[in-house]
């Protein structure tokens, strides 16, 4: 039962968090002023936290750890190039073609996450 809520609490948080991403982006691109605003500063980071947290709680759970998992491995080494990306994208990206091409480069990497994910194959989705 226990596993089933975390689990649950993962999926959306991973929904959640993509969601905000891609708003981001959008509101990048267009030099909104949004971006400015307290929440959207605070919120997706909370999201994030919850994201991680109910990961490390699946590994637990399940015992399935990084490095002895290749499929959780890969996920773990396309996060950190989703965040990488992720900060080139929103904030350390130069010109707005390198935010716009770093933010696009996240989104594949995100779609690398999810396949590898829901497959647990870490090379789902180039087979």
Do not use: C, E
Not at 12 to 41: H, N, P
């Amino acid at each position: 039962m226990a596993w089933q809520w975390v689990l649950a609490i993962h999926v959306l948080s991973v929904a959640t968090s993509i969601t905000l991403f891609t708003v981001r982006g959008v509101w990048m691109m267009t030099d909104s002023a949004r971006l400015q605003r307290r929440w959207v500063k605070v919120v997706p980071h909370a999201v994030d936290t919850v994201l991680l947290a109910s990961a490390v709680a699946l590994a637990v759970m399940s015992s399935q750890y990084p490095l002895q998992q290749a499929w959780l491995t890969a996920k773990v080494l396309g996060l950190i190039a989703y965040i990488a990306l992720g900060m080139i994208a929103l904030r350390y990206g130069r010109t707005r073609k390198i935010r716009v091409s770093a933010w696009l480069l996240a989104l594949l990497v995100f779609a690398y996450i999810v396949s590898v994910a829901v497959t647990r194959n870490p090379l789902s989705i180039l087979a």
